[in-house]
T-cell receptor, first 108, second 115 residues
Framework: RKEVEQDPGPFNVPEGATVAFNCTYS??????FFWYRQDCRKEPKLLMS???SGNEDGRFTAQLNRASQYISLLIRDSKLSDSATYLC?????????FGAGTRLFVKA | NAGVMQNPRHLVRRRGQEARLRCSPM?????VYWYRQLPEEGLKFMVY????????ESGMPKERFSAEFPKEGPSILRIQQVVRGDSAAYFC?????????????FGPGTRLTVL
């Protein structure tokens, strides 16, 4: 089993749609969780940190369920500019593990 | 405050040559991470360094690859006797010195092509 697993995608959605990404992790000692965004042939950029209480930033909502070792990202009112690959990341001790990413295509 | 800098951005090498990739972390950051990304694949952790110390190199291939982060100057990822399978994007990231875990900030990457 991979340490971090994500929906394989790709997700093809129309503008304005709500889309949810899921991510599971296997290391119960993981301490911190993040969602990154990576545009084609660019470096990953931090989208948001993920907290147990859940957190929201504009159209983006992230949730963490430690008991189920599950992280989610919800994007509301999708924009064309949201098209990218979304990476689930967790860290524990010295290790940082990136998921393989889920590709999102938002179409007009 | 300049971000993470990597150079060169593109590097072409012939099989058997050496590749040296450089990474300058953000100002005030003393933790550096190197990742490799093959086309259409995710990021693979290679090595985590602090100044003059390798903290975790569990993702580094056992042969031909080495990394350093000297007291002065950038971090260097060195690949000796490159092979075609080394062609990839190599990203460096940095984070501030702390006992907590902070998010990592990435450089633009070096795209290595081995002919």
């Amino acid at each position: 089993r991979k340490e971090v697993e994500q929906d394989p995608g790709p997700f093809n959605v129309p503008e304005g749609a709500t889309v949810a990404f899921n991510c599971t992790y296997s290391n119960s000692a993981s301490q911190s969780f993040f969602w990154y965004r990576q545009d084609c042939r660019k470096e990953p950029k931090l989208l948001m940190s993920v907290y147990s209480s859940g957190n929201e930033d504009g159209r983006f909502t992230a949730q963490l369920n430690r008991a189920s070792q599950y992280i989610s990202l919800l994007i509301r009112d999708s924009k064309l500019s949201d098209s990218a690959t979304y990476l689930c990341v967790n860290t524990g001790g010295f290790k940082t593990i990136f998921g393989a990413g889920t590709r999102l295509f938002v179409k007009a | 405050n300049a971000g993470v800098m990597q150079n060169p951005r593109h590097l072409v090498r012939r099989r058997g040559q050496e590749a040296r990739l450089r990474c300058s972390p953000m100002k005030g950051h003393s933790h550096v991470y190197w990742y490799r990304q093959l086309p259409e694949e995710g990021l693979k952790f290679m090595v985590y360094l602090q100044k003059e110390n390798i903290i975790d190199e569990s993702g580094m291939p056992k042969e031909r690859f080495s990394a350093e982060f000297p007291k002065e100057g950038p971090s260097i990822l060195r690949i000796q006797q490159v092979v075609r399978g080394d062609s990839a994007a190599y990203f460096c990231a940095s984070s501030p010195p702390s006992g907590q875990v902070y998010e990592q900030f990435f450089g633009p990457g070096t795209r290595l092509t081995v002919l």
